[in-house]
């Protein structure tokens, strides 16, 4: 999570700062970028980003979960809105070409192929708490609406979500399994036809 004074920041620097990191992580792979590089880039003092951030995955994992709700923004205030795959962070191509912009759609591509250990972070530590609460939200909303069963435990289905999203994750890793298309197939096949015929009415 960002320290108080980069949300201090006028928004123009702030943007310089993830113009250079989008640049470096798309170009790069994760483990290839160090800070120095990114403050060079954006021609910002090593001072500044200790300053901001913790570290390299703080940035990240930040600016992923800046994708993430944007995207469940835009699904959330949509008339339509229903349970889905998408609800929970799993959207299609489409939606996310739609929603994003061309470099924070190319910079979350990079997130299947990130390290492990920050995948971890991003689904089961500190940093996973914040998104994790817009999801209780629709789930507990859902519940209240009766399109849940009755006797599903939230916090349990919130549980089996993210471990679900890591652990196919690193399916693919294991299977070297690279296309958007064929990844795509997998994750919905395995959310619409398993996970939400368990959890739906």
Same mark, same amino acid.
């Given at each position: 999570?960002?320290? @108080?004074? #980069? #949300?201090?920041?006028?928004?123009? /620097?702030?943007?310089?700062?993830?113009?250079?990191?989008?640049?470096?992580? !798309?170009?790069?792979?994760?483990?290839?970028?160090? =800070?120095?590089? $990114?403050?060079? @880039?954006?021609?910002?003092? =090593?001072?500044? &980003?200790?300053?901001?951030?913790?570290? /390299?995955?703080?940035?990240? !994992?930040?600016?992923?979960?800046?994708?993430?709700? /944007?995207?469940?923004?835009?699904?959330?205030?949509?008339k339509d809105y229903t349970f889905?795959?998408?609800?929970?962070?799993?959207?299609?191509? @489409?939606? $996310?070409?739609?929603?994003l912009s061309k470099e924070e759609?190319?910079?979350?591509?990079?997130?299947?192929?990130?390290?492990?250990?920050?995948?971890?972070? &991003?689904?089961?530590?500190? &940093?996973?708490t914040e998104l994790e609460d817009?999801?209780?939200?629709?789930?507990?909303?859902?519940?209240?609406?009766?399109?849940?069963?009755?006797? =599903?435990?939230?916090?349990?289905?919130?549980? =089996?979500?993210?471990?679900?999203?890591?652990?196919?994750?690193?399916?693919?890793?294991? /299977?070297?399994?690279?296309? #958007?298309?064929?990844?795509?197939? !997998?994750?919905?096949?395995? #959310?619409?036809?398993?996970? $939400?015929?368990?959890?739906?009415?």
């Open positions: 999570m960002p320290k @108080e004074t #980069f #949300f201090n920041l006028s928004q123009e /620097k702030k943007d310089n700062l993830f113009r250079a990191a989008y640049k470096l992580f !798309i170009e790069n792979k994760y483990e290839d970028v160090t =800070i120095r590089d $990114l403050v060079k @880039e954006a021609k910002i003092p =090593i001072g500044s &980003f200790y300053r901001y951030f913790e570290d /390299k995955d703080d940035l990240y !994992i930040y600016m992923i979960k800046l994708g993430e709700q /944007k995207i469940y923004d835009e699904l959330a205030a949509k889905s795959p998408m609800m929970l962070g799993t959207a299609s191509e @489409e939606i $996310l070409r739609q929603v759609y190319e910079f979350d591509e990079t997130f299947s192929d990130a390290p492990d250990k920050l995948l971890q972070k &991003f689904y089961f530590y500190e &940093f996973s817009e999801y209780r939200k629709n789930l507990l909303r859902l519940k209240e609406q009766g399109r849940l069963r009755e006797d =599903i435990d939230c916090e349990f289905l919130l549980y =089996i979500y993210k471990t679900s999203m890591f652990n196919i994750i690193m399916y693919y890793r294991e /299977k070297g399994i690279t296309e #958007f298309e064929e990844r795509e197939k !997998i994750k919905n096949a395995f #959310f619409n036809k398993f996970f $939400l015929r368990g959890v739906t009415k």
